[in-house]
């Protein structure tokens, strides 16, 4: 198991600003994981952050907008860069742990006003 | 393109047995997984098939047919706390995993 810690819990932005979300690990690992959740909908991967190389980043997100930092094995940050009200969203960073289970942490709630 | 169906929503009484069908589409198939998540709460694991077959973890039992590209998770003895929703998601390879919409279970007293 993985016990993940994020930062900030929530946070309301005005548009054009930046925020950036921090993921802490309780133990090494090899990827940690970016998702977007809209409240009610599903989960969608923005990017897979691996330690010491340049992030992947999923269809339709780029790394100007999101840009990820994995500087070591237990943490990784994604900002939103320049936010919009369309960003407003739950931000969850997750951790793999054996094959196919993920551990999610409890989640960033962004407003953008 | 790739997809997972699964119901929106599902209702059912305290004490009783429910199941939820997931059916997939995707370019890559490693394995099946589902997810509970609580109102406010992050997503958490609960099982996941690689192989066609039922595997059982306590009242949760989880179902795939690779052939029919179809899987079930079943729920058994409902609980309030069981009122949540729940994900199927697929591994398609390359540390990808894609997920369902989500199926809201209500458990009514």
């Not at chain 1, 133990?27 to 897979?48: D, H, N």
């Not at chain 1, 500087?71 to 960003?87: A, G, K, R």
Request: charged fraction near 15%.
């Amino acid at each position: 198991s993985a016990v993940i810690s994020q930062k900030p819990s929530r946070d309301i932005c005005q548009r054009g600003t930046s925020l950036t979300i921090q993921c802490q690990v309780d133990s090494q690992v090899t990827m940690m994981f970016w998702y977007r959740q809209q409240p009610g909908q599903s989960l969608t991967l923005i990017a897979t952050a691996n330690q010491g190389s340049e992030a992947t980043y999923e269809s339709g997100f780029v790394i100007d907008k999101f840009p990820i930092s994995r500087p070591n094995l237990t943490f990784s940050t994604l900002t939103v860069s320049n936010m919009s009200p369309e960003d407003s969203s739950i931000y969850l960073c997750s951790v793999e742990v054996g094959q196919y289970e993920q551990y999610f942490g409890p989640g960033t709630r962004l407003t953008v006003t | 393109g790739q997809s997972l169906e699964q119901p929106s929503e599902v209702t059912a009484v305290e004490g009783a047995i429910v199941q939820i069908n997931c059916t997939y589409q995707t370019s890559g198939f490693y394995g099946l997984s589902w997810y509970q998540q609580h109102d406010g709460g992050a997503p958490t694991f609960l099982s996941y098939n690689a192989l066609d077959g039922l595997e059982e973890t306590g009242r949760f039992s989880s179902f795939l047919s690779r052939s029919d590209s179809y899987g079930y998770l079943l729920l058994q003895e409902l609980q309030m706390k069981d009122s949540a929703s729940y994900f199927c998601a697929v591994y398609t390879g390359g540390f990808k995993t894609i997920f369902g919409a989500g199926t809201r279970l209500f458990v009514k007293a």
